[in-house]
């Protein structure tokens, strides 16, 4: 989700819940995501994930942002959509449940996602995952193109 504002385009990212990124902000901060069955319309499970994961509508024009492979190899089909978050937004995320502390046999449950904010783009790209950003730059050519066309 993005937002326009004063000083430009603001971007919608998530911070993983969980033990792992407990301490990691810079580089830990993603697009709403999550996995697609092998033959699932990416464009529906991209609309169930971000609704899953913020607990709010996915609502508005979306934008096909193509593909990225992480570091890690997983593939990431991204989208982006103008909107903005309920003035009263509370953020209500799915659960995972792993073994915490680790072989310790007691299982413990986490949020997907523990928070969800608007940065400015120069705040954005200090925050994301850094293969997603590709996906702000593939957002803000998308906008300047549609800007250009505009004004013609």
């Known amino acids: ?42 464009l529906t499970r991209a609309r169930t994930e971000f609704e899953e994961e913020l607990g709010i509508p996915a609502d508005g024009e979306w934008i096909d942002l193509g593909s990225i492979r992480q570091k890690g190899g997983k593939i990431v089909h991204g989208w982006a959509f103008e909107g903005d ?15 915490w502390p680790p072989r310790s046999g007691r299982r413990a449950k986490f949020p997907e996602v523990d928070q969800a904010r608007f940065f400015d783009e120069p705040a954005a790209r200090e925050k994301i995952n850094v293969a997603q950003l590709r996906f702000i730059d593939r957002l803000r050519e998308h906008l300047a193109a549609v800007e250009a066309a505009r004004e013609r």
Do not use: Q, S, Y
């Open 1 to 42: 989700m993005f937002r326009r504002a004063h000083a430009g385009v603001e971007l919608l990212l998530v911070h993983p819940g969980g033990p792992f990124f407990v301490n990691k902000d810079a580089g830990a901060w993603t697009i709403p995501k999550g996995e697609a069955a092998p033959d699932e319309d990416l």
């Open 85 to 99: 978050l309920p003035r009263n937004f509370e953020l209500r995320c799915n659960e995972f449940e792993i073994d």
